[in-house]
């Protein structure tokens, strides 16, 4: 009888539309409240209803935040649910299911649709399989009534009632596999106090507690999610969300509202940010503050809208036309796309350049328990001057950053042209000058460089082979090498992917070997990183638009490293 | 006369032909602002680009000249930003009504209270002569050599249709009757088009002073602009074309007065910082 005592990877599957999405929520809300460290991270198709979804639930006794390929235990909900999740099967795998409906054997027979329409209807089947699991996973009944009670609380009273009943039998069912499948898992109260954050709500959380009250955006997965999260949190904080007709529009209007003294985002993917290039431009010339959030997803042109992909590095590091400074961050996990979000809109009022928060849909759809995040050390910094009557919005300074006033706040006024200008904003073609200007722009980049955050570093000094890797796949490698457990391999992860941070060659000049890990088909960081240090760099690359999972980069690792 | 705040006390080296008539424009925008008394440190003018785009480079006061097309979402955003300031977008035809057409079709929808100047003089002056959105048809052009074929937009026709609550033509050869209409479109409350037909000497050899002053008439005092239907049916008269206000409507909400950030405090958005224990109770909420 298979026994669980340090972790449980569960999936279920089935068609859009079948309440995946809801299962996922309740499981992760019911299990953390029980006490389980959880992980959860969801793959769909570009649709709406058919097709084939699934949730993945790493369950444990310790922190997990990175994807497990193997399934411990497998709910599908659909008979087309095998096919699709053949490869992470395993003869270990429990499968809990509908025999009637699914051809595969052995599996526990469940039959979730004939008890659903028991009940009332099929799709009571996606409740019946969360009271199994709750079950299953000794969650304690009377806490799992109460908080389906509150989930469904403001539905009608029968949808509330049937989707109630629908659970307690699962739950009897789970109760009753004790035998043939069994959990022992120990269990962290302390973990029912924690949050459940997706990347996304962190992006949209980090950037109000950076001071963010200006969001507009047009829908484009995955990068929706900020722009629905920030929605949502408008009802209770002063933050204006507008929805724009295309791209363009939408980061016109960010420059322009930080020109007035607001602080701006916007959010897309590749696709939309694609549009919003020559804005970008725009923000390096009249050196405005821009917050832009990308969440990468394969591309080129619609690609696999719903998938996974660090695919936008070269096109955020190399938008729009002319030359001007920028800031790229790739935050490394939840707890970092907050941080960093919150730090993109001080870095950006201070520099005055666009800084770029690049994610992509794994981490957007990505949710583990993590503490809650705090404020306390994170002021959202103000760098508008009161303007004299003589001010001039592009003096020239040492540092190439001149101080940004905004029009009614002072005596002077407020002049920004894209053209090139001079100090008070007009049009020049002097060339003496003009050549003053672009010196006085790029100066910047060299004050940001200096305040660049050096690139994590975990392992022991005297290491053969540096495992690199930037943005959201930082969980998967660190727990790989982990498993790997060699001591002659390190891990160096970049969160602030550009500038590069001084320190950067040191690192990677102590190696043997540079394997530099990448959501992507061409490694563009490790081009951008052997451009910079001129190190020999060796690449694991992923371009299907899944992510990577510990097991496959335990393997591509220990093959990398027997080179 | 006292001096004008909106005026430069030095002379200046404006980038138009002698004789255009963006000189006209330029000096009905200077009175207009100076007799509304606007303050000249809380006005903003937001421009494109072009050689109308210029306009704001002329005038003493703030300016955001961006991209080309995109005045509209920007001015938008800049008075979404801080409602407290007057704000007036200006730009020629091809800025507008081509680059920008997408924005200009938003913005009616979003309307805020700002004032639109569009210089019409039916051809692209800085590109050098090619055809705009609004050129008439047979117009030849080093890029339209057959001559143009494509019906040309009518903009005031397509603002009314879309309900901009406060629709104009002027005409650059009367500065003073564009004076007036422009004050009439910055005191409105919502978005105000003012379409300026003005002449191009260098590059429209069709559409001339004397072409604009054999094809328009000025609306009668007593013609009444609040009337949608008759409104329509007036903005979709050519030759002649009427100048002078077309349409008005008082009842629609501007974009910025229906922002709820501003429901219950009404400061700019510069004057405010973020509020943590806010912040936090959301976070709380994700226990």
């Known amino acids: 009888m298979p026994i669980f005592k340090d972790e449980l990877t569960i999936v279920l599957a089935g068609e859009a539309g079948q309440g995946i999405q809801t299962i996922e929520v309740l499981l992760t809300g019911l299990l953390k409240s029980g006490g389980y460290h959880i992980f959860a991270t969801k793959e769909y198709m570009s649709r709406v209803r058919g097709g084939m979804n699934s949730t993945t639930l790493r369950v444990a006794s310790r922190r997990v935040a990175a994807l497990r390929e193997k399934i411990d235990l497998f709910i599908p909900l659909h008979r087309d649910a095998i096919n ?45 399989a969360v009271g199994l699991l709750a079950g299953l996973l000794k ?66 959380l980090g950037a109000l ?132 979000s919150q730090g993109a809109f001080n870095l950006a009022d201070k520099y005055q350049v666009p800084v770029f928060i690049l994610t ?145 060659a040191s690192y990677l000049q102590k190696a043997k070997k540079i394997i530099v890990v990448e959501q992507n088909a061409t490694g563009q960081f490790g081009q951008l990183l052997k451009l910079e240090t001129g190190c020999q760099i060796d690449s694991i690359l992923k371009y299907n638009g899944l992510p990577f999972s510990v097991e496959e980069l335990v393997r591509e690792i220990q093959v990398r490293c027997r080179e | 006369m006292a001096e004008n705040r909106f005026d430069f006390p030095h002379n200046i080296d404006m980038a138009w032909c002698p004789g255009c008539g963006n000189f006209s424009i ?9 007799e509304l ?51 007036i977008a200006e730009g020629g035809d091809g800025d507008m009504y081509g680059e920008g057409g997408n924005h200009f079709l938003h913005a009616t929808r979003r309307n805020p209270d700002i004032a639109l100047f569009v210089h019409n003089n039916m051809v692209y002056g800085l590109t050098k002569g090619q055809a705009s959105p609004t050129t008439r048809v047979g117009m030849v052009t ?56 003005q002449p191009c000497i260098s590059f429209n050899k069709l559409n001339t002073y004397q072409w604009f002053k054999d094809n328009s008439y000025y609306l009668e005092d007593d013609y009444d602009s609040t009337n949608k239907t008759t409104a329509f049916a007036k903005a979709q008269e050519e030759f002649p074309f009427p100048l002078g206000v077309i349409y008005s409507n008082r009842e629609r909400v501007p974009f910025e007065e229906s922002l709820p950030v501003y429901a219950h405090d009404k400061r700019p958005l510069f004057e405010r910082t973020s509020v943590p224990e806010k912040i936090e109770q959301i976070i709380k909420s994700k226990v």
Not at chain 1, 153 to 164: F, H, I, L
Request: aromatic share 8%.
């Open chain 1, 360 to 504: 992509d849909q794994y981490l957007m759809d990505t949710y583990y328990n993590l503490p809650c995040f705090k404020l306390d050390d994170l002021p959202a910094e103000r760098y508008v001057s009161r303007t004299r009557e003589d001010y001039r919005r592009f003096s020239f300074t040492a540092t190439g950053v001149s101080p940004r006033g905004v029009p009614g706040f002072g005596e002077g006024i407020v002049c920004v042209d894209s053209d090139e200008h001079d100090e008070g904003g007009y049009i020049t073609e002097d060339a003496n000058l003009r050549a003053r200007m672009v010196d006085k722009r790029l100066r910047k980049a060299a004050v940001v460089k200096s305040d660049a955050l050096p690139p994590v570093f975990t392992g022991a000094d005297g290491y053969d082979a540096l495992i690199v890797g930037w943005g959201s796949t930082y969980p998967a490698i660190a727990e790989a090498i982990e498993r790997i457990g060699r001591s002659d391999l390190a891990h160096l992860h970049f969160s602030w992917v550009y500038p590069l941070a001084p320190e950067t």
């Open chain 1, 209 to 340: 507690a950076g001071g963010c009250n200006f969001l507009c955006a047009y829908p484009m997965s995955p990068g929706t999610a900020v722009l629905t999260h920030m929605a949502a949190y408008a009802k209770s904080i002063d933050v204006i969300v507008e929805q724009v007709e295309d791209e363009i529009g939408v980061v016109n209007m960010a420059i322009a509202a930080w020109y007035t003294g607001a602080r701006a985002m916007v959010t897309t993917s590749g696709g939309g940010f694609a549009l919003m290039t020559e804005g970008v431009s725009l923000a390096g010339m009249i050196e405005s503050p821009l917050v832009v959030h990308v969440a990468q997803r394969p591309g080129p042109a619609t690609g696999l809208p719903t998938r996974t992909e660090q695919g936008d590095l070269n096109l955020v590091l190399y938008a729009g036309h002319g030359e001007f400074p920028r800031i790229i961050l790739a935050p490394k996990n939840i707890e970092e796309a907050f941080i960093l």
């Open chain 1, 139 to 204: 969650i304690d009944a009377e806490k799992c009534r109460q908080f389906i009670a509150r989930y469904f609380g403001k539905k009608d009273e029968e949808t509330r009632g049937k989707n109630m009943a629908a659970v307690q039998r699962g739950f009897s069912i789970g109760v009753g596999l004790t035998g043939k499948v069994d959990v022992h898992m120990v269990r962290d109260p302390s973990v029912a106090e924690e949050a459940l954050f997706t990347g996304g709500e962190a992006v949209a």
């Open chain 2, 37 to 87: 008394g606007v303050v000249r440190e809380k006005t903003v003018l937001v421009s494109g680009i072009g050689q109308a785009a210029k306009m704001p480079q002329y005038i003493n006061t703030n300016f955001f000249n961006g991209l080309h097309g995109r005045a509209l979402p920007a001015a938008t955003a800049v008075k979404a930003s801080n409602p407290g300031l007057t704000v």
């Open chain 1, 84 to 128: 699709h999740l053949r490869h992470r099967l395993t003869e270990e795998t429990v499968i809990i299911g509908d025999q009637e409906q699914i051809d595969y054997r052995p599996m526990i027979d469940v039959p979730f649709t004939k008890m659903a329409l028991e009940i009332g209807n099929a799709v009571f089947a996606n409740s019946l």
């Open chain 2, 26 to 34: 330029r000096r009905s925008l200077l009175a207009a602002l100076d």
């Open chain 2, 142 to 197: 080093p890029v339209q050599t057959a001559g143009v074929f494509e019906k040309p937009l009518n903009p005031v026709s397509l603002a009314v249709a879309l309900d901009v609550p406060f629709v104009a033509r002027a005409s650059s050869a009367d500065w003073e009757k564009t004076k007036e209409i422009m004050k009439k479109a910055i005191l409105h409350r919502g978005l105000a088009l003012v379409d300026i037909f």
